[in-house]
């Protein structure tokens, strides 16, 4: 079992930027390819960033790509994700969650064995 806590979430005017925390407690962090998914209200979940357990490999939707960074600190058990140049349709409650497998596809949400609370993330415009 790995316990996930996401924090950093606020609210921020478009063109600004937030950095997300994901601490992890449990089993050994670094064993797990990690992601950031996030729920706009009345929309699906969907996968926003994902890294691999050393990570060296990184994997971003395309209406994130070139704002936001997925990025981990393994000996500090945390995954983060900078967004910059925030947009309104970026606001969300944004959930990180771990795979203990990392084999499957790392956009799908059933690939994925643990999920954190979330974090609210409001961009105004």
């Known amino acids: 079992q790995v316990q996930l806590v996401e924090s950093g979430g606020g609210l921020v005017q478009a063109g600004g930027s937030l950095r997300l925390s994901c601490a992890a407690s449990g089993r050994t962090f670094n064993n797990y390819r990690m992601g950031w998914f996030r729920q706009a209200p009345g929309k699906e979940q969907e996968f926003v960033a994902a890294?691999?357990?050393?990570?060296?490999?990184?994997y971003y939707a395309d209406s994130v790509k070139g704002r936001f960074t997925i990025s981990r600190e393994n000996a500090k058990n945390t995954l983060y994700l900078q967004m910059n140049s925030l947009k309104p349709e970026d606001t969300a409650i944004y959930y990180c969650a771990a795979d203990a497998h990392g084999i499957g596809r790392y956009s799908a949400l059933d690939e994925y064995d643990y999920w954190g609370q979330g974090t609210q993330v409001t961009v105004s415009s």
């Open positions: 890294i691999s357990w050393s990570g060296r490999n990184t």
